[in-house]
């Protein structure tokens, strides 16, 4: 069984910066796309970041580019995303999640299996 498992999460003034983490554990697992979504207070979960199997190829959400990276450490086990200049409406729960078959980096959820709990990331005006 693949457990995700993000952290890094917290309250931030405006402008200011915050590393998320995902970190997956169980069998051995070789994802072809592992993705951040969001999602805010009584909207839908929506695409933040994602990064393909090879690690080379990348997508970012236009709201978040160019404030947001996304890589993953040499062992491929952990996925990071580095958020910068954070803005209020960045405020969300945090999602990490997997696929290991499908569209690469897909923006819809659905097209994802395997899901981390969630890290509140707050953002103060």
């Known amino acids: 069984q693949v457990q995700l498992v993000e952290s890094g999460g917290g309250l931030v003034q405006a402008g200011g910066s915050l590393r998320l983490a995902c970190a997956a554990s169980?069998?051995?697992?070789?994802?072809?796309?592992t993705v951040w979504f969001r999602q805010a207070p009584g909207l839908e979960r929506e695409f933040v970041a994602g990064?393909?199997?090879?690690?080379?190829?990348?997508d970012t959400a236009d709201s978040v580019k160019g404030r947001f990276t996304i890589w993953r450490d040499n062992d491929q086990t952990t996925v990071y995303l580095q958020m910068n200049n954070l803005k209020p409406e960045d405020t969300a729960v945090y999602y990490c999640?997997?696929?290991?078959?499908?569209?690469?980096?897909?923006?819809?959820?659905?097209?994802?299996?395997?899901w981390g709990q969630g890290t509140q990331v707050t953002v103060s005006s």
């Open positions: 999640a997997a696929a290991s078959w499908g569209p690469l980096l897909a923006r819809q959820p659905a097209h994802y299996s395997y």
């Open positions: 169980g069998r051995t697992f070789s994802p072809i796309s």
């Open positions: 990064i393909a199997w090879n690690g080379g190829t990348t």
